[in-house]
């Protein structure tokens, strides 16, 4: 683990390679190391580690997913709603799947991040309201269906969503 910790750090593209073997190791614990590795090196080169992460996405091993998708939602990598969609029946990955929803510029998201906004509190609120921002930027149809679940919310959420507001601009 700590030869593909030192690979992630490098912040070097040329340890991709190594870390793309790395990824279908048969140990578990390599491969979740190689794949946060690889979200470490991404802003370097996000094409290649973005490739990579999606491929860990179809793994077995849920951690596996989790680590990828963690990282892709830090590189800001947008995913396919069929994608997104695939991941959201497990209960340790939703929460990241929230966060990519957003990006998917899906319209099929907005009722889902409406629904995560109106039962979410803490952090998990404000990340799901970010997703939904990201969803609203993502074309007047995405825009559109976030509009119309916000307005059907409970009143509850919307009185949270304004308050965490003016909370940011204070």
Aim: glycine share 8%; hydrophobic share 50%; net charge negative.
């Amino acid at each position: 683990n700590l030869a593909v910790e030192a690979l992630g750090g490098s912040g070097r593209a040329p340890a991709l390679i190594v870390l793309r073997d790395m990824v279908s190791d048969p140990d578990p614990n390599v491969r979740a190391a190689a794949v946060e590795a690889v979200a470490m090196i991404g802003n370097v080169c996000l094409d290649d580690a973005a490739q990579i992460l999606e491929t860990a996405l179809a793994s077995e091993d849920r951690y596996q997913r989790l680590a990828a998708l963690e990282g892709l939602n830090r590189l800001g990598v947008g995913l396919t709603w069929e994608q997104v969609e695939s991941l959201l029946g497990d209960p340790i990955l939703e929460p990241a799947a929230l966060s990519a929803a957003g990006r998917s510029g899906h319209p099929e998201a907005a009722p889902l991040l409406a629904r995560a906004l109106g039962e979410a509190r803490g952090a998990a609120f404000q990340e799901v309201l970010v997703a939904l921002v990201e969803l609203s930027k993502a074309g007047l149809p995405a825009a559109t269906a976030a509009r119309r679940e916000l307005a059907s919310l409970p009143e509850g959420a919307r009185d949270r969503i304004i308050a965490l507001a003016q909370s940011s601009t204070d």
